[in-house]
Every structure is written in structure tokens, then in C-alpha cells.
């Protein structure tokens, strides 16, 4: 059973680019979320996917936006690149199950640097 | 605005000993806390969470104490063990919407387990 896999491992990117990350869920998951992850700080939430929809988002500019595909998988897409964004890409995914929580399981991260 | 907090960026435990790692939140809307372990290359992995209704859960040498009032929890490992060498990370949700709940978390502690 394959979990949460995330796609590149390491990116460089200079200021003013843009990036996409990719994401896929663990089987039988259809919920995704995005964490940016700076160095020395916990994850912080960019937003979720549902449904092919963004259901909820963070305190992130609109430079951050993302997609979910049919098949559940997601992108996370980074324009206009600046230097502060050169941090740990964490997606995670869930079942969205009737139930008052559901476990998030998490990938290994994208390493994203901006030069 | 740091709503969940970790205020001891490391931790130095004997092998055997029992390591108590704290949290601190402001927000008294959350309703779920969990801990999360992370090594290094890898992406947090789920240890233990618990519910608001409750004071403390375990599960084996893992327990979480939730206070409330204090607005505080934490999480004791006993014995502490090698392979329990890693960054933990304490996080926080709110139901706001059934199954969006997104993780709202604290810098994380090191803790290394010394033989």
C-alpha cells in the first residue's frame, strides 16, 4: 500500500519563477492538503482539496494556488518566486470520512530552494 | 500570531528515562491536539492525539495529558528509547467543517535520546 508521494524531492528555482509540485494521496484517500514547512518552524497550512475544489486556505497570497485532479492527486503551483519561499513543501493526505477527524498522513516533502 | 507553541526547542533525555515534551496553545476553539514525529527526509508521522473531551489518552509508551483550563499538553514517553531521537511536533484543529480540519502547528522540539 503505497502512502503519500510527492514529486520532486529537491527543486532551485531563482526569484521570479514559477514551480509546481505534485502529489499523490494514499490509496483510497481523496483529501489533500498543502504545509509550508520553513527551517526551524512547524508546517504551516497553505490550503485543502476536495472534490476538485479548494475547501479551505490559509494565511498564503493568491501567488499560491493549487489543483486536484480526478484521480485525487494534487499540484501546488508557485508564481512569482521570492527568496522567503525556499522552504520544505509538505503535502498530506485524508479520508473525508463522516467522522469528527480524520488522520492526516503526510509525504516526505518537496525541497524547494529560490536562489 | 503563534497559536500553538513549543517552547523548548530541544531536549536531552538519558536512555531508559521518561521524556516529557510540552505544548501551549491560546486558541480555545481547538478541539483535537495530536503529536507528530518527524526524522530527518522523512514527513511527520502520526504518534498519538487526543480528543478535548478527554484528559489523557495512551497508548503503549506514549501519553498524551491535555489541560485545558491551562490550556497545555503534553506528551511523556516512557522508556525513552534511541529510535525515539527525532523532531516532535505538537498540532491543533478545529471542527469547522466535517472532515477540512486543518493542523495548525507548534516549531517543534528535538528531542535526543542519550544511551
Known amino acids: 500500500d503505497a502512502g503519500v508521494t510527492q514529486s520532486p524531492t529537491h527543486l532551485i528555482k531563482t526569484r521570479g519563477q514559477q514551480v509546481t509540485l505534485r502529489c499523490s494521496p494514499k490509496?483510497?484517500?481523496?483529501?489533500v492538503s498543502w504545509y509550508q514547512q520553513a527551517l526551524g518552524q512547524g508546517p504551516q497550512f497553505i490550503f485543502q482539496?476536495?472534490?476538485?475544489?479548494?475547501?479551505q486556505r490559509g494565511n498564503f497570497p493568491d501567488r499560491f494556488s493549487g489543483h486536484q485532479f480526478p484521480n485525487y492527486s494534487s499540484e501546488l503551483n508557485v508564481n512569482a518566486l521570492l527568496l522567503g519561499d525556499s522552504a520544505l513543501y509538505l503535502c498530506?493526505?485524508?479520508?473525508?470520512?463522516?467522522?469528527?477527524?480524520?488522520?492526516?498522513?503526510f509525504g516526505p516533502g518537496t525541497r524547494l530552494t529560490v536562489l | 500570531d503563534q497559536q500553538v507553541k513549543q517552547n523548548s526547542p530541544s531536549l536531552s533525555v538519558q536512555e531508559g528515562r521518561i521524556s516529557i515534551l510540552n505544548c501551549d496553545y491560546t486558541?480555545?476553539?481547538?478541539?483535537?491536539f495530536l503529536w507528530y514525529k518527524k526524522y530527518p527526509a522523512e514527513g511527520p508521522t502520526f504518534l498519538i492525539s487526543?480528543?478535548?473531551?478527554?484528559d489523557k489518552n495512551e497508548d503503549g509508551r506514549f501519553t498524551v495529558f491535555l489541560n485545558k483550563s491551562a490550556k497545555h499538553l503534553s506528551l511523556h514517553i516512557v522508556p525513552s528509547q534511541p529510535g525515539d531521537s527525532a523532531v516532535y511536533f505538537c498540532a491543533a484543529s478545529r471542527s469547522i467543517i466535517q472532515g477540512a480540519q486543518k493542523l495548525v502547528f507548534g516549531q517543534g522540539t528535538r528531542l535526543t535520546i542519550n544511551p
Open positions: 482539496y476536495y472534490e476538485e475544489e479548494e475547501r
Open positions: 487526543i480528543s478535548s473531551i478527554k
Open positions: 498530506a493526505s485524508s479520508l473525508n470520512a463522516r467522522s469528527s477527524y480524520n488522520e492526516q498522513f
Open positions: 490509496s483510497g484517500h481523496d483529501t
Open positions: 486558541n480555545s476553539m481547538f478541539d483535537y
